[in-house]
Nanobody, 123 residues
């Protein structure tokens, strides 16, 4: 199994920036994606951005041009740089690890989630 620990959430004013980090408890060798989702009160959890083990990134339309996802495989860590934050970005942000195939055969395929970190953007 693998655990994910997020950090970096907090309060920020509209137009400000935050950087989220998520560290996995172990490395996953093989096909996988790391990503960020968010969930606002009363709404479903939705995808924000993902990055593959090979470094290919993908973004939801509502964050394109404002957020940047990156990963450091040596540190088992994925980052989300959030700029030009809007009030509608307020949500709990969850780190996700989607394991397709672990070459070591130790981590079952599937989704793993962090505990979430609150991001509040105030005007």
């Amino acid at each position: 199994q693998v655990q994910l620990v997020e950090s970096g959430g907090g309060f920020v004013q509209v137009g400000g920036s935050l950087r989220l980090s998520c560290e996995a408890s172990r490395n996953v060798f093989g096909l996988n994606l790391m990503g960020w989702y968010h969930q606002a009160p009363g709404k479903q959890r939705e995808l924000v951005a993902t990055v593959t083990s090979g470094g290919r990134s993908d973004y939801a339309e509502f964050v394109k041009g404002r957020f940047t996802i990156s990963r450091d495989n040596a540190k088992n860590t994925v980052y989300l740089q959030m700029n030009s934050l809007k009030s509608e970005d307020t949500a709990v942000y969850y780190c996700n690890l989607h394991v397709i195939h672990d070459l070591n055969g130790e981590i079952p395929a599937g989704d793993y989630w962090g505990q979430g970190t609150q991001v509040t953007v105030s005007s």
